[in-house]
C-alpha cells in the first residue's frame, strides 16, 4: 500500500511524462514541485526547457510578446472575477534576457522560462488552486507549480510556470498581502526590496552599504509579515529558518529571493492599481 507522499510523487512522474511527450490533446496537467525529488524535478522541468526548441533569442522574444499579452490577458480576467490584485509585465527585455543566456545558461535559448511572465497578490494561499485550476482549464496550459519559498531576509513569494499549446513557457508569481509593495515600492521614502537587494549583491560596494541594505530588507519585509491576514500563519510558521544565515552567507548566497531579481519590474495592472516603480 502507498503511502501519501509515494501516491504523490507517482501522480507528479505520470502527469510529467505526459506533459512531457506534448501529445496534442486539449487535457491539461498539473506537477507540483514538491511531490517529486529534487533531481527528478530538475531533470523534468529542464527537458520541458529544451523542448522550446529555441536557438535564437531574438525569435524567443517575439514570440514571446504574442504569449505575453495573451497571458495578461488572461490573468486581468482572473483576477478581476476573483476581485485581486493584479500585475501586468511586459516580455522580458533583450538585454537582461541575453545575460541570463550567456551568464546562466552557457548560451542555450531555450533554458530562458520567464520571457512572458505575471504576477496577482493573494489574500489566501488556496486562492492559487482557483487561478491555476483556471488557467488549466481544456486547451489552457500545462501547470508545473513551486510552492512558497521564504528567504533568509524574509521575503517569500511562490510561482507557477505555464506550458502552452506550443511548448512555450510562461511565469506567474505569487504574492503575499503587501509583499509586491514592499519588493518593489519606494512609497515610504526609501529603497524597494529589489533595489536594496541588488546591493547587497553588488561585491564592488563598501561592506557598511551592503549591509544596510540587508537591514532594510529585513525591517520592510519584517513589517509586512506582521500584517498578512491569519490565512498566512501556518505558512509562515513552515517556512522560517531555525537558523538564520550570518551577513556573510547572505551576500555569498547566489540566490536569496525566488524568481529573476534583476529582470524589469512588473508593473500594476488594472485591478488595485498603485503607485510603483516604473519598469525599467
Known amino acids: 500500500v502507498l503511502t501519501m507522499e509515494e501516491f504523490a510523487r507517482e501522480e507528479a512522474l505520470k502527469a510529467a511524462s505526459k506533459i512531457q511527450k506534448s501529445d496534442g490533446k486539449p487535457k491539461r496537467r498539473r506537477v507540483n514541485a514538491n511531490d517529486m ?8 522541468f529542464n527537458a520541458v526547457r529544451m523542448n522550446q526548441g529555441y536557438d535564437d533569442l531574438d525569435t524567443m522574444l517575439k514570440d514571446g510578446a504574442v504569449v505575453n499579452k495573451l497571458l495578461n490577458d488572461r490573468m486581468e480576467a482572473i483576477a478581476s472575477d476573483m ?7 511586459d516580455v522580458k527585455g533583450a538585454e537582461r534576457a541575453s545575460e541570463k543566456v550567456r551568464d546562466k545558461y552557457m548560451g542555450n535559448v531555450s533554458m530562458l522560462a520567464d520571457v512572458a511572465r505575471t504576477g496577482v497578490t493573494v489574500n489566501d494561499p488556496k486562492e492559487i488552486d482557483e487561478i491555476l485550476k483556471r488557467f488549466a482549464q481544456p486547451g489552457g496550459y500545462h501547470v ?19 506550458i502552452d499549446e506550443n511548448g512555450f ?8 498581502p503587501g509583499m509586491y509593495n514592499a519588493k ?11 533595489e536594496a537587494y541588488k546591493i547587497t549583491r ?6 557598511a552599504q551592503r549591509w544596510e541594505a540587508t537591514q532594510y530588507q529585513l525591517k520592510i519585509y519584517g513589517e509586512a509579515m506582521a500584517s498578512l491576514p491569519e490565512a498566512f500563519s501556518d505558512l509562515i510558521g513552515r517556512l522560517r529558518r531555525s537558523a538564520p544565515m550570518t551577513f556573510a ?5 547566489e540566490k536569496l529571493i525566488s524568481g529573476d531579481l534583476t529582470s524589469p519590474s512588473i508593473s500594476p495592472g488594472i485591478m488595485g492599481r498603485q503607485d510603483l516603480l516604473p519598469r525599467s
Open 37 to 44: 525529488g529534487r533531481d527528478e524535478f530538475t531533470e523534468f
Open 83 to 89: 476581485g485581486l490584485t493584479y500585475y501586468r509585465a
Open 144 to 162: 508545473v507549480y513551486e510552492d512558497f519559498g521564504m528567504t533568509d531576509l524574509g521575503y517569500f513569494d511562490a510561482k507557477a510556470s505555464l
Open 169 to 176: 513557457i510562461s511565469e506567474i508569481q505569487f504574492y503575499p
Open 184 to 194: 518593489m515600492s519606494k512609497a515610504k521614502g526609501g529603497l524597494g526590496g529589489h
Open 202 to 207: 553588488e561585491k564592488w560596494r563598501p561592506i
Open 249 to 253: 552567507e547572505m551576500v555569498a548566497s
